[in-house]
Structures are given as structure tokens and as C-alpha cells.
């Protein structure tokens, strides 16, 4: 079964610090473009940064210099360092990724969510 799963959220303080990480795992040829969402109450979800499977990234405006997105496709892992969180942070946080078949297509798909907070 191909999924994603996603760890390293929590609470944590303004200012503080707190690392995202989702691994894919099942029977994948290889990877696309990965990247993070996120959803907080009320609001639509928004992108907040992708790698493409070369390395080139982009970010959300509200989060350049204060994230930092990586991955490592032996692994087939993409990472999100936050920094100097903000309350205005909070949400749930989403990894997305681009999956290829071995029998072919590419494929969309979600992970679970993992809430972070960031709150005093």
C-alpha cells in the first residue's frame, strides 16, 4: 500500500523551532515533486513549500527565511525546518507528493496531517 506518513508536529512557543518529516513508503518506482500544505481552522489549504525530485524549491511569501524544505530520495523522505514560529503558524500541516507506479502513472498523494502549534 503506498502512503505517506508524517511526523514532528507539537507545541511549540513563538519564536521557537520544530522539524516536519514524512517518508513514503510501498511500491514506488520514484518520486515527483513533494511539498507541504497546510490547513488552519477556517481557512483554506495553502501551500507552504515544494521541492521538485531536481531540488529547486519554492516557498509561500509568508515563510521564506523562516523555513526550509529538504529531501532525500534514497530515503524518499521530505523534511520541513521551521523556525521563529509564529501563532499565525498554526495549522495543520500536510505532505503531498507526486508518486510514479511501477506499472506507470503518476499519482497523486496526501498524507494524514500533523497538527503544529504555536502558542505561549
Known amino acids: 500500500q503506498v502512503q505517506l506518513v508524517e511526523s514532528g508536529g507539537g507545541l511549540v512557543q513563538p519564536g521557537g523551532s520544530l522539524r516536519l518529516s514524512c517518508a513514503a513508503s510501498?511500491?514506488?518506482?520514484?518520486?515527483?515533486?513533494m511539498g507541504w500544505y497546510r490547513q488552519a481552522p477556517g481557512k483554506e489549504r495553502e501551500l507552504v513549500a515544494d521541492i521538485t525530485s531536481g531540488g529547486r524549491t519554492n516557498y509561500a511569501d509568508d515563510v521564506k527565511g523562516r523555513f526550509t524544505i529538504s529531501r532525500d530520495n534514497t530515503k524518499r523522505t521530505v523534511s520541513l525546518q521551521m523556525n521563529s514560529l509564529k501563532p499565525e503558524d498554526t495549522a495543520v500541516y500536510y505532505c503531498?507528493?507526486?508518486?510514479?507506479?511501477?506499472?506507470?502513472?503518476?499519482?497523486?498523494?496526501w498524507g494524514q496531517g500533523t497538527q503544529v502549534t504555536v502558542s505561549a
Open positions: 503531498n507528493a507526486d508518486l510514479v507506479r511501477y506499472l506507470g502513472g503518476t499519482v497523486n498523494y
Open positions: 510501498g511500491r514506488i518506482f520514484s518520486i515527483g515533486a
